[in-house]
Structures are given as C-alpha cells and as structure tokens.
C-alpha cells in the first residue's frame, strides 16, 4: 500500500510563504492537494497531472500558490505558496491517483490514496 507523507506546515502571518512537500512511498500517478478549513468541507486546493504536467488551481489559490513535482521518479510533490493571507489556514491533504492522466484531475473521488494532512495556520 502506497502511502503519502506530508511536511512543511507551519504557523506564519499574512503575507508570509511557506512550502509544503508530500513524499509517496511507492509509485502513483496524478497528485493534487486539497485542504480543509475548521467546520467546512475539504476543497481543491492544485493538481497536477502525469501526463504532460498539466496544472489546475483553485481560483482562490490562482498566482499566489505553484504546485510542481520534484524528482525524476515524480514520486515527490511540493505547494509552493506565497502571499499567504488568513483565509488560506487549513489542514493541508496531498492526494495522489492509481492511474495516469493527462489533465490535472480537481474531483476528490479521482484520488485513490491520502495523506494524514499538515496544518497550515495564518495569522493576520
């Protein structure tokens, strides 16, 4: 069973930037990262898809976080987010898919595996 390991949460004020990183144990395919805020449901955050490594933010997110993989194997994913602003506090979810895609896939039932999430706090 493949597992995914998230790393880089943190607590930090407006404006800050942080970087989040989620290593896999094994081989998978599209990965993405979804986030959820206290009280509300988990919402797309980014994707990117295996295939061409095409990306899809969250309109939220959009010129502000990069989502991108980081080794030859693409067995590691990063969320570089910058400009971060209150709203974006959230325990942070990397998923990752069984099988290849050549679209970034926003839909969480795309998504076969799940990490235990990293907290990200902002603080105005």
């Known amino acids: 069973q493949v597992q995914l390991s998230e790393s880089g949460g943190g607590s930090v004020k407006a404006g800050d930037s942080l970087r989040l990183s989620c290593a896999a144990s094994?081989?998978?395919?599209?990965m993405a990262w979804y986030r959820q805020a206290a009280g509300l449901e988990r919402e797309f955050v980014a994707a990117?898809?295996?295939?061409?490594?095409?990306?899809?933010y969250a309109d939220s997110v959009k010129g502000r976080f990069t989502i991108s993989r980081e080794d030859a194997k693409k067995s590691t994913l990063s969320l570089e987010m910058k400009n971060l602003k209150r709203e974006d506090t959230a325990i942070y979810y990397c998923?990752?898919?069984?099988?290849?895609?050549?679209?970034?896939?926003?839909?969480?039932?795309?998504?076969?595996?799940w990490g235990q999430g990293t907290q990200v706090t902002v603080a105005s």
């Open positions: 990117i898809a295996w295939l061409g490594g095409g990306t899809n």
């Open positions: 094994g081989s998978v395919y599209n």
């Open positions: 998923a990752a898919g069984l099988g290849p895609a050549s679209v970034a896939l926003t839909n969480v039932g795309e998504y076969d595996i």
